[in-house]
């Protein structure tokens, strides 16, 4: 796992939020992030600049998330903003049938001012995802992100085991595969200075053991199960009851309500 | 007279798709990372999409899972639990990651549905060609990706790249698991 893009425990109005209306929260969001700034001008750019910088509030005053464990968790996709941010100011007329504004031409590279704004727009449209999925995924603990599945959302608590299962199998799986590769590096084999070929026939000998042990254990774990009785029962007993705090509900129909009043003010006044 | 079964999905299924979806996660983290990167140089005369001739082996484990667990709608719960494991190893969708994989699960689904031959070799090829494209477009207009060019040229490697990486190699797998005999099924 990415430590960059691990939860960390923190006493936060996000932290403590719970996860599945967390999701309804950042899919409110994305809905605004998308709402009419799809086009390449300059009110749609300073929408999207509006929405960023209310992310970033959101970040750094709900969340506590620190500037520099953000810069690290967004870096990468920040890389990927800013190479869409210059393909498109440099090759917009190449990238569209629509017309456009030329402002300098030389040989091949056509500036104009549609490409900016859009290459602008596409820039922040993604910082806002990834900043909104930073955030999801640095603030919500993954055991508690489950029981809210099967308590709120109402997931069937076997497909909430199967998430159960899933987290508690990634170090025993990762420990496997490393034992695999240790294995292949004793017999000197290796990815390097390896061709395709050699490359898909290394892949193959690690991937058939890490998948046979991987049946082996789940018809184990399936046998175990089974003859423990488990999905005996349409419902299932819980220990630790989710319950969703008024906060959070509030915020969550704010948030809506701010949305309603966005697509009024789009329809109506045509901001 | 035999008992009805009362899941659709037996336990064994869930495990096995929870077991898939780590390997899924841990090697499309790790593995598959140092697998791609010296090819990566050979697809740049395809300019912003030389990423695409590999992307198929993202889909790889959908195509493998839904050849192990041989029931409809395997492939879709399956994304979904490999989107759920991706957001959690930190994938950079974050939420969104469970979406995409569950779209590219479904899309399996909907191969293995329109042909349904008996070694479920043209399934998977067609499963991963679909999954595969419908993944690489969205990502494309998430991008900003949407000339023409992009769009036809990125769509055909992005199929030829889910049938070669995903649909069969997913199937030569699934076929190598089943000649170990720990899988009592028939083909592949």
């Known amino acids: 796992m990415r430590k960059s893009l691990a939860y960390f425990k923190e006493d936060s109005f996000f932290h403590k939020m719970d996860p599945t209306l967390k999701m309804v929260w950042i899919l409110l969001i994305s809905i605004l992030t998308f709402l009419k700034n799809i086009d390449p001008n300059y009110s749609s750019v300073i929408r999207q600049l509006i929405i960023y910088i209310m992310v970033l509030i959101i970040t750094s005053v709900l969340c506590k998330i620190e500037f520099i464990r953000y810069i690290k968790a967004i870096s990468v996709f920040a890389l990927t903003a800013v190479f869409i941010l210059i393909y498109k100011v440099l090759f917009f007329p190449y990238t569209t049938t629509e017309s456009f504004t030329l402002i300098y031409e030389l040989s091949f590279i056509k500036i104009t001012h549609e490409g900016i704004f859009e290459g602008m727009g596409f820039a922040l449209r993604i910082l806002i995802l990834t900043s909104l999925s930073i955030i999801f995924i640095l603030t919500t603990e993954p055991k508690k992100m489950v029981q809210s599945l099967m308590q709120v959302a109402k997931v069937p608590y076997r497909i909430g085991y199967t998430l159960y299962a899933a987290l508690r199998f990634i170090p025993s799986v990762y420990e496997e595969y490393k034992n695999i590769t240790n294995a292949h590096l004793i017999r000197g084999v290796g990815f390097s200075r390896i061709g395709l070929y050699s490359r898909l026939k290394l892949l193959k000998s690690s991937i058939i053991p890490l998948l046979i042990s991987g049946i082996r254990r789940a018809q184990e774990i399936s046998i175990a199960m089974d003859s423990r009785g488990f999905g005996a029962y349409k419902e299932r007993t819980i220990v630790n009851k989710i319950e969703i705090k008024s906060l959070d509900k509030v915020f969550v129909i704010i948030t809506l309500f701010f949305l309603i009043f966005y697509i009024f003010l789009l329809m109506y006044y045509k901001i | ?188």
């Open chain 2, 1 to 188: 007279m035999e008992k009805k079964k009362k899941y659709y999905f037996s336990t064994f299924n869930l495990v096995l798709m929870a077991i898939i979806a780590v390997i899924g996660g841990v090697i499309n983290g790790t593995f598959m990372y140092n697998l791609i990167q010296p090819f990566k140089p050979l697809f740049t005369f395809l300019g912003p999409i030389s990423w695409v001739p590999l992307s198929g082996l993202y889909v790889l484990w959908s195509i493998v899972a839904r050849l192990l667990i041989r029931k409809r709608g395997a492939g879709t719960l399956y994304g979904l639990i490999q989107g759920f494991v991706e957001m959690l190893a930190g994938n950079r969708l974050g939420p969104w990651a469970i979406l995409f994989a569950g779209m590219e699960g479904l899309l399996v689904d909907i191969g293995f549905e329109i042909i349904r031959d008996k070694t479920k070799f043209l399934s998977s090829l067609l499963g991963a060609a679909l999954a595969n494209l419908a993944a690489d477009e969205i990502y494309f207009f998430i991008f900003g990706l949407t000339s023409s060019y992009v769009l036809y040229v990125g769509g055909i490697v992005a199929i030829i790249s889910g049938i070669i990486f995903a649909g069969l190699l997913g199937w030569l797998i699934a076929r190598a698991i089943y000649n170990t005999g720990i899988i009592k099924v028939a083909n592949p």
